[in-house]
């Protein structure tokens, strides 16, 4: 069973707030994602990260940040939250090294909603 | 660069009906391959995955046979439940890519009615 957290699950803010959507994973893993969810369902690659002090564009761009101070911990933040920003943003993370297969263990996801 | 083809949906099936859903691929290295699944309101889980060719992933009693000829991944169960309605992800990894980054297909929606 996957050890990955994301908080807020829910959230509605105002546009203009500055949001952080929390990460946490106890697995160990080097490897971090944020993906963004759009309401037809497909996936989209936002950031990810190799490990400690490692943060990378995804293929998607995206107007959020990331930063990874800890190996267990991945905060996405928006400092000014827009209407187009609404979407479901999901966190996931994978083992390195040689062992890795490439499969991702996912968090449950925060749907943000800015009116 | 590399990508995933789904078959569009949604699929709406009647309970115990047999279940397929299409995936082919594209890539240029020796892809890891993957179905994912997503319940109403949480993230993905892995259903099942595939390696190397010929190899066949099972799992609750799905299965897909990784075939490199047809550069296939179709997802197949005998008798759905009405517990199988979701999301279903078919994603490709490949190994040569250092943060092993997953390429998704669009998603196939699947309800399963009593």
């Known amino acids: 069973e996957a050890d990955i957290y994301q908080t807020p699950r829910y959230l509605v803010i105002g546009t203009g707030k500055k949001i952080t959507l929390e990460c946490s994973q106890t697995?160990?893993?080097?490897?971090m994602y944020w993906y963004q969810q759009d309401p037809g369902m497909e996936l989209h690659l936002i950031h990810y990260?190799?490990?400690?002090?490692?943060?990378e564009k995804g293929d998607l761009s995206s107007e959020s940040t990331v930063s990874r101070i800890r190996t267990e911990h991945f905060p996405l933040t928006l400092e000014s939250a827009r209407p187009s920003h609404t979407s479901q943003y999901l966190c996931?993370?994978?083992?390195?090294?040689?062992?890795?297969?490439?499969?991702?263990?996912f968090g449950e996801g925060s749907r943000l909603t800015v009116l | 660069g590399d990508s995933v083809t789904q078959m569009e949906g949604p699929v709406t099936l009647s309970e115990e009906a047999f279940l397929t859903i299409n995936c082919t691929y594209t890539?240029?290295?020796?892809?890891?391959l993957f179905w994912y699944v997503q319940y109403p309101g949480e993230g993905l889980q892995l259903l099942l995955k595939?390696?190397?060719?010929?190899d066949k992933g099972s799992n609750k009693g799905f299965e897909a046979t990784y075939r490199k000829e047809t550069t296939s991944f179709h997802l197949e169960k005998g008798s759905v439940q009405v517990s199988d309605s979701a999301v279903y992800f078919c994603?490709?990894?490949?190994?040569?890519?250092?943060?092993?980054?997953?390429?998704f297909g669009q998603g196939t929606r699947l309800t399963i009615n009593p």
């Open positions: 996931a993370s994978s083992k390195g090294g040689g062992t890795n297969t490439g499969e991702l263990f």
């Open positions: 697995m160990g893993h080097d490897k």
């Open positions: 990260s190799y490990g400690v002090n490692s943060t």
């Open positions: 890539a240029t290295g020796y892809p890891s």
């Open positions: 595939a390696t190397k060719a010929d």
């Open positions: 994603a490709l990894s490949d190994r040569g890519q250092g943060a092993q980054k997953l390429v």
